[in-house]
């Protein structure tokens, strides 16, 4: 069953900031590898053909990420076992540490495209009643030794 995901983060600088450049003049390469990664679904996009313009409450600085995968193996190969994985390591030039859960993952139906409503909703379950078959974030991972191994890089 396909596994959608929601990342939130909340980025030190606006998107507009030199300091910012290094993450903004990079969202289209690796927006492009992650639709050309095996797996790979479908991703949230706003006008700026990413999601730099979609926010929770209006925060210029809050960023959003929502996509759907095959599996949530797919996923992880996405993340840390391709060139995204060196932007994950330089994320704290970029982004503010923000509370957990951030981050969710959830299973759907073959050919739903979930909303960001539905995936807010998906990260209040995790925050109120932690992880289930319904919730979940890496932890869910039977074989989670390469996020476990870039993690701790």
Known sequence: MPVAELNIGRVRYDVDDPRMAGFV???DR???LAERAEG??????????AAIETSRNGDPRELLNLSVWQTMEDLERYVFGTLHVQFYRLKANWFETV???HFVMWPVAEG????IEEALDRL?????TG???RVFGWEA???AALWMKKRCA
């Open 99 to 101: 509370p957990a859960p």
């Open 30 to 32: 690796v927006n492009a």
């Open 131 to 133: 992880p289930s078959d």
């Open 40 to 49: 790979f679904v479908w991703r949230y996009q706003d006008a700026s053909g």
């Open 124 to 128: 209040d379950e995790l925050k109120c």
């Open 25 to 27: 003049e990079n969202l």
């Open 141 to 143: 991972l039977p074989n």
């Open 112 to 115: 739903h495209l979930p909303t």
